[in-house]
């Protein structure tokens, strides 16, 4: 015998609605399923793939009225930089449930690769490379660090972003040896600041994290 639910329309074999914990009535029905229903990860999936739909459209449209216009100047990179950064806090940042650490770092990469599309269609003067990248990753690395000092038990579960971060943090002084950026102060302090953290994590962590830290840097 089955027991009916009118407040969600639902046939169960419990005397209380699975869904809404109400009492049931003793009507009985031949539908032993529960009717079909949008979950929250459907929405959720919907409207990520609405935001790629429209993010394509965008991107792809200005594209052909840049060709069509005037190819010799591309402006339409102006428009790909945002709508790919905006995709993907949208997509990552804000609809989908990853670790905040893995939010932290995607964020980091993507502005910077933004910022240097648009540093690129502007001229390539490299006010992206020189100031910005090494300040977001600078900043990036002290929020995560925050995170892990106001809750200590997260060390195991932010040292691999924050080794990232630290691995980040000496990548602007790559880029300066390499020639690609011609100012040495914003990469030498992001280069410190990522060493500093690295020296913190092994001095102030407990021992099992500081083996963690070992085995991951290979010291």
């Known amino acids: ?23 049931l009535s003793d009507q009985t029905g031949d539908n032993e399923y529960y009717p079909v229903y949008e979950t929250k990860v459907k929405r959720r999936r919907f409207a990520q793939r609405l935001v790629l739909f429209i993010a394509i459209f965008g991107v792809s449209t200005s594209l052909l009225i840049n060709l069509l216009t005037n190819p010799e100047r591309l402006w339409f990179l ?29 964020q980091v990469i993507s502005l910077s690769v933004m910022l240097f ?30 995170i892990v000092l106001r809750k200590p038990m997260k060390w195991r579960e932010y040292i691999g972003y924050m080794s990232t971060m630290v691995i980040l943090g000496f990548l602007p002084v790559i880029l300066f040896l390499s020639s690609w950026s011609t100012v040495l102060w914003p990469s030498a302090a992001t280069a410190l600041y990522a060493l500093l953290t690295l020296i913190g994590m092994i001095l ?16």
């Not at 995709?87 to 990552?92: A, G, P």
């Not at 102030?204 to 010291?219: A, G, L, P, Q």
């Open 1 to 23: 015998m089955q027991h009916y639910c009118t407040n969600c329309s639902v046939y169960t074999k419990q005397k209380y609605c699975p869904l809404c914990k109400r009492k």
């Open 204 to 219: 102030f962590s407990e021992k099992t994290m500081k083996n963690e830290i070992v085995r991951r840097f290979h010291f």
């Open 78 to 106: 102006y428009v790909l930089g945002p709508v790919l950064y905006g995709v993907l806090t949208i997509n990552h940042t804000f609809l989908s449930r990853a670790h905040t650490g893995s939010k932290v770092v995607l």
């Open 117 to 146: 599309i648009l540093d690129a269609a502007s001229g390539s003067s490299k006010w992206s490379i020189h100031y910005v990248i090494p300040f977001l990753v600078t900043l990036a690395t002290f929020f995560v660090t925050i």
